[in-house]
């Protein structure tokens, strides 16, 4: 046996100072060469991966559009309330100050201690008015700055929910005893 291995798989031979070695080139010419399921391996591995990458990017869509960040869970937004007095009686001012956008169908003025107070935008329990939110591309959208008024009474207590689905949820609560 020289120093040179012949075309078999995986044959021991004696390499130079008569160490054996193993020869994994099926000819002289492959030496160097990846066999052939290494180079498919890694195309399928590089195609499959930009797949993901392009099938995840369309399913959650581009982020600027996204109104709600998390599809089961109650959106993270605050809203601040303040009381004035009129002549007819006590207006709550709820507004929007920061946090998710929610969509006005999402949203309801709901508690005890309404009152007819003229000029407000609600008097009884109710949605959240699509007059008092921001126009978008797939209806009126409750977003930061954007506010309702309300008419109350002594002692009311008056809350802000979000409702999808079974989803329900109070984003904030004001009891008038406490203005």
């Known amino acids: 046996?020289?120093?040179?291995?012949?075309?078999?798989?995986?044959?021991?031979?004696l390499g130079g100072g008569g160490q054996p070695r193993?020869?994994?080139?099926?000819?002289?010419?492959?030496?160097?060469?990846?066999?052939?399921?290494?180079?498919?391996?890694?195309?399928?591995?590089?195609?499959?991966?930009i797949a993901g990458v392009l099938l995840g990017t369309l399913a959650a869509g581009p982020a600027g559009a996204l109104v709600e960040q998390d599809e089961g869970g109650i959106p993270?937004?605050?809203?601040?309330?303040?009381?004035?007095?009129?002549?007819?009686?006590?207006?709550?001012?709820?507004?929007?100050?920061?946090?998710?956008?929610?969509?006005?169908?999402?949203?309801r003025i709901d508690g005890e201690g309404f009152d007819d107070v003229s000029g407000v935008d609600r008097t009884e329990p109710g949605p959240w008015p699509a007059s008092?939110?921001?126009?978008?591309?797939?209806?009126?959208?409750v977003?930061?700055?954007?506010?309702?008024?309300?008419?109350?009474?002594d002692g009311c207590v008056i809350s802000v929910v979000y409702v999808r689905g079974g989803t329900r949820g109070i984003l904030a609560r004001h009891h008038c005893e406490d203005a």
């Open 22 to 49: 193993f020869s994994l080139a099926r000819s002289p010419d492959d030496v160097g060469r990846r066999p052939p399921l290494a180079v498919f391996a890694n195309i399928a591995f590089v195609v499959i991966f």
């Open 143 to 153: 977003t930061p700055g954007d506010s309702v008024t309300v008419g109350v009474t």
């Open 1 to 13: 046996m020289g120093g040179r291995c012949g075309r078999v798989v995986a044959r021991p031979c």
């Open 76 to 107: 993270q937004a605050a809203f601040e309330t303040s009381t004035y007095e009129t002549d007819d009686g006590t207006v709550l001012v709820i507004t929007h100050d920061g946090g998710d956008a929610v969509p006005a169908e999402n949203l």
């Open 132 to 141: 008092e939110a921001t126009d978008r591309d797939g209806g009126p959208v």
